[in-house]
């Protein structure tokens, strides 16, 4: 198995289109068939990333699908319009 984990600084003043973005991004759960388990969170801390994501794949294959479904590239294009910063890891378990 692997696990996809992600973390996102948002702009300042982003706040609508920020939670926009992880509300469809939570949807995709259930939807693309190689995303096994999805969980989306916001950043209840202070001066850390805004929200994350932690999901799982079978394999490295079924992420890189994931990465290129239409689904979740639409996703991503609203994620990269109000980014300051990203960070990800995979990892087998």
Not at 44 to 55: C, E, F, M, R, T
Not at 61 to 86: F, G
Request: charged share 35%; proline share 2%; glycine share 4%.
């Amino acid at each position: 198995m692997i696990r996809h984990i992600v973390m996102w600084k948002f702009r300042e003043g982003t706040e609508e289109k920020a939670n926009e973005f992880l509300t469809k991004l939570a949807a995709l759960d259930g939807v693309i068939p190689q995303l096994k388990k999805c969980e989306v969170a916001k950043n209840i801390g202070k001066d850390n990333y805004d929200a994350v994501l932690v999901s799982e794949f079978e394999t490295m294959d079924d992420l890189n699908a994931y990465k290129v479904d239409p689904r979740h590239v639409a996703v991503s294009d609203i994620c990269k319009s109000i980014r300051a910063d990203r960070v990800a890891v995979d990892y087998e378990f």
